[in-house]
């Protein structure tokens, strides 16, 4: 039996989530729910949940005022929010799960799958609450640190330390300005879209790179380099955007 908990002041959307949860979600589960986050915090020490439904805006205190007064949360949080980019960039960034709504059901299931079958340990899961904490303090999102994990664990970077990416099948190497290499467990189509917005470039199917480390582009405009000496591809539909990138 899973523990969950939804968090969220309007009653339409907790019926809806509920509904979803119960008529999608095959694990049995015990649910309880909470209008704001100032009932929540007095249900944790009684009710103990595993899965926490976290609304992001909410009138008095919003889901990351609630997060930053539990500190160490000892459940998994699924955020919930309409599209708030600034909030989803953060929650990206510090590879934790949100859903957007309205709730798509077969989302949801995914979601609450992966926490069934998460091995993160507790320490981990802090440090990504952590992270998130420290991102939304930040004024800008080009200031966030990323959470990248890998099978050795989970790490952090700041988007300025990082030259370009490589794919490697479903990995991705990350290269960064110290010299030294990293590998995630995620394709670079993923990394692509979580940099969407920022001084990243998609030069080529293998290759993602950060602009303000380019250095020079052959006079064919097919081979980029970086300013660590190494060679990135340029395909041929990407040419003339490198072309203005260096122009500019």
Same mark, same amino acid.
């Given at each position: 039996m899973v523990r969950v908990l939804i #968090?969220?002041?309007?009653?339409?959307?907790?019926? #809806?989530?509920?509904?979803?949860?119960?008529?999608?979600?095959?694990?049995?589960?015990? #649910?309880?729910?909470?209008?704001?986050?100032?009932v929540a915090l007095s249900m944790l020490d009684e009710y103990n949940p595993e899965i926490v439904f976290l609304d992001v805006e909410m009138p008095g205190k919003s889901g990351f005022d609630f997060l930053a007064e539990v500190k160490s949360p000892s459940f998994n949080i699924i955020f919930t929010t309409a599209f708030n980019q600034y909030a989803i960039q953060a929650i990206r960034f510090s590879a934790l799960d949100y859903l957007l709504k309205p709730i798509d059901p077969e989302e949801l299931s995914a979601a609450v799958q992966r926490h069934l079958d998460a091995e993160a340990s507790r320490q981990s899961q802090k440090e990504l609450y952590q992270n998130l904490m420290q991102n939304l303090a930040k004024p800008e999102p080009s200031e966030f640190k990323i959470a990248i994990k890998s099978t050795d664990g989970t790490h952090f970077f700041l988007l300025k330390d990082i030259i370009r990416m490589e794919a490697d099948s479903s990995y991705t190497h990350i290269f960064l300005t110290n010299g030294k290499k990293f590998t995630a467990s995620k394709t670079l189509k993923y990394m692509e879209e979580m940099l969407d917005g920022h001084e990243f470039m998609r030069t080529h199917k293998s290759h993602l790179i950060n602009t303000k480390y380019l250095k020079q582009v052959s006079a064919d405009h097919s081979i980029a380099t970086m300013s660590d000496g190494s060679q990135v591809e340029v395909s041929r539909r990407k040419k003339d955007e490198i072309k203005n990138l260096i122009g500019s």
């Amino acid at each position: 039996m899973v523990r969950v908990l939804i #968090i969220d002041d309007e009653v339409k959307a907790r019926n #809806i989530l509920r509904h979803y949860l119960e008529q999608n979600v095959v694990h049995p589960m015990e #649910i309880r729910e909470a209008e704001s986050a100032d009932v929540a915090l007095s249900m944790l020490d009684e009710y103990n949940p595993e899965i926490v439904f976290l609304d992001v805006e909410m009138p008095g205190k919003s889901g990351f005022d609630f997060l930053a007064e539990v500190k160490s949360p000892s459940f998994n949080i699924i955020f919930t929010t309409a599209f708030n980019q600034y909030a989803i960039q953060a929650i990206r960034f510090s590879a934790l799960d949100y859903l957007l709504k309205p709730i798509d059901p077969e989302e949801l299931s995914a979601a609450v799958q992966r926490h069934l079958d998460a091995e993160a340990s507790r320490q981990s899961q802090k440090e990504l609450y952590q992270n998130l904490m420290q991102n939304l303090a930040k004024p800008e999102p080009s200031e966030f640190k990323i959470a990248i994990k890998s099978t050795d664990g989970t790490h952090f970077f700041l988007l300025k330390d990082i030259i370009r990416m490589e794919a490697d099948s479903s990995y991705t190497h990350i290269f960064l300005t110290n010299g030294k290499k990293f590998t995630a467990s995620k394709t670079l189509k993923y990394m692509e879209e979580m940099l969407d917005g920022h001084e990243f470039m998609r030069t080529h199917k293998s290759h993602l790179i950060n602009t303000k480390y380019l250095k020079q582009v052959s006079a064919d405009h097919s081979i980029a380099t970086m300013s660590d000496g190494s060679q990135v591809e340029v395909s041929r539909r990407k040419k003339d955007e490198i072309k203005n990138l260096i122009g500019s």
